[in-house]
């Protein structure tokens, strides 16, 4: 990749700045000014050039990171794991990324914007449902899992954990996100997918703690 090239060395430029800012700030607390009075003499107009908005660039930083730490890599060449025991894990590195929790749960309500919805679930349609696909595959190879539907649940567990668990879209306070995520254990394993393990119910329901009441 030509990180070396101005156009790319910028928007690097900007999104460090940006996730420092929006961790130590928030979201909220942090404007395009501060952004640009962080980055040596770039202008309002260079941040500009590059993302219409503070959401984009909320959107960019959100990519970065997760790509930064896909979690989906990680296991990916894992010897020592199954198919099963992958996708636990992949869960696993997701939910214990506190910067990470930080930055998706300061994002929800950006999602009340219809266009930026819709790019978030494109985006985990293409990139989440091959990783989730290429696991329950594996693990029905390796004899992990059982399930006819490795294709139609690969598609539905982006989906569901990206539009249904979103408060912003279905209205819910901390314990329905809670039994919604329960649910949707439960109707996995029934699948032949016993995604969830009380180990990942923990980490779930303390990323759900964190979030705040909605307005």
């Known amino acids: 990749m030509a990180r070396n090239k101005y156009p790319?060395?910028?928007?690097?430029?900007?999104?460090?700045?940006?996730?420092?800012?929006?961790?130590?700030?928030?979201?909220?607390?942090?404007?395009?000014q501060d952004i640009v009075d962080h980055l040596d003499g770039?202008?309002?107009?260079?941040?500009y050039h590059h993302?219409?908005?503070?959401?984009?660039?909320?959107?960019?930083?959100?990519?970065?990171?997760?790509?930064?730490?896909?979690?989906?890599e990680k296991v990916?060449?894992?010897?020592d794991l199954n198919g099963l025991q992958k996708l636990?894990?992949?869960?696993?590195v997701y939910q214990s990324d506190e910067d990470l929790n930080s930055m998706?749960?300061?994002?929800?309500?950006?999602?009340?914007?219809?266009?930026?919805?819709a790019e978030m679930i494109e985006s985990n349609r293409r990139i989440l449902t091959p990783y989730y696909q290429e696991l329950l595959e594996e693990g029905?190879?390796?004899g992990s899992l059982h399930t006819e539907y490795a294709e139609e649940i690969a598609e539905l567990i982006p989906l569901l954990t990206s539009l249904w668990m979103l408060p912003s879209v279905f209205p819910s306070d901390k314990e329905g996100?809670?039994?919604k995520f329960h649910f949707l254990g439960d109707m996995l394993e029934k699948m032949g997918v016993p995604l969830m393990d009380a180990a990942l119910y923990v980490l779930v329901d303390k990323f759900f703690e964190k979030m705040p009441a909605e307005k």
């Open 8 to 32: 790319e060395v910028t928007v690097e430029k900007i999104l460090d700045v940006a996730q420092r800012l929006f961790l130590e700030k928030g979201y909220d607390n942090t404007t395009i």
């Open 177 to 179: 996100l809670k039994k």
């Open 104 to 117: 998706t749960i300061q994002s929800i309500p950006l999602t009340r914007n219809p266009r930026l919805l």
């Open 88 to 92: 636990r894990e992949a869960v696993r």
């Open 42 to 47: 770039l202008s309002k107009g260079a941040v």
């Open 140 to 142: 029905n190879r390796d």
């Open 51 to 72: 993302f219409k908005s503070k959401e984009e660039i909320m959107d960019a930083v959100g990519d970065r990171m997760f790509f930064a730490n896909n979690p989906f």
């Open 76 to 79: 990916r060449k894992r010897s």
